[in-house]
């Protein structure tokens, strides 16, 4: 018979054993690598700027590199198909967005990952205002002049996007359909590129995220007719909100937030939101996403359930938008 000793030995090691199968021995020690974070757009855009804010901290936190992959097409819809399909042992992770964990659903009918079925969420990472932006030397002086010329020059004018079920895309879409115009569009693979093209005075117009637009504005290279949220963003306090310009129809705030193939294990995820938060909180960190225009998202809604909750949310949200104009 076993002594009461040796039984509670016993049971411990069984404990112990049930512990480890619950905690793979990858998840424990992890990370043990470098890992990939994919960015669906070109590098220089918002995606990818506030990418590589966040992950330098967040590398520092878990003693190992992470490296920024740009891979573009598609709208950022590629690249998210290609997280959807690489391992789930948290060395893949892709930063995505409104537009490729929301508006690309009812964009693409054969969107070949869902947003909500082939992720695990991990962190928000900053919230997004939407501008109306054009090349400095368009004509329209101000957000009345634009939408009385954009309309009379409906044939003519063309706004810059970075593909279909972009941010960019999905948010002039709903500008466009408000003011009941139809551009050309000029895809490119970023809002890196088109604000290059942008600001040589090659497209007319374009709605993106303030990250890539608060240097351009203060240069001087480029207009901002309005932000699409209720208030003015501190970090361009002479920029009128859409409600101030004339067009309270037209609100849109996008954000990034970081995702890892479905079932990639509770505990990597854990530790990724954790060093994410960490990185939410630095100084440094918070100081140039803040002066870059981006909302640091409140502690509330840092948890991957919360994100969850966006992603659910936004696809409600954009799918009755873009529905008509796929
Ligand atoms: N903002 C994306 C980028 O980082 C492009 C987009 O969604 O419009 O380039």
Redesign the pocket.
Known sequence: MMSIRSLAGACLSAFAALGAFAVPASAQNYPTRTITMI????A???????SRIVTAHMAQTLGQSIVIENVVGA??TTATTRAARAANDGYTLITG????HAASVPLYPKLAYHPEKDFEPVALLAG?PILILARKDFPPKDLKEFIAYVKANAEKVNAA???I???????CELLNSILDVKPVGVP???????MNALVAGQVDYM???I??AVPQINAGTIKAYAVATPERNPSLPNVPTTAEAGLPAFQAQ?W?AVFAPKGTSPAIIATLNAAAIKALDDENVRKRLLELGSVIPQPANRTPEALATLVKNEIAKWTPVLKPAS
Not at 39 to 42: D, K, N, Q, S
Not at 97 to 100: K, L
Request: hydrophobic fraction near 30%; glycine fraction near 22%; charged fraction near 5%.
């Open positions: 960015v669906p757009f070109a220089g855009g918002p995606t990818d700027v506030i709208g950022g967005h409104m537009g490729t997004t996007h970075a593909g079920g972009s941010v960019s895309h999905a948010s490119f693979n970023g809002t890196g590129p088109a709605c993106d995220q990250v890539n996008a990034n």
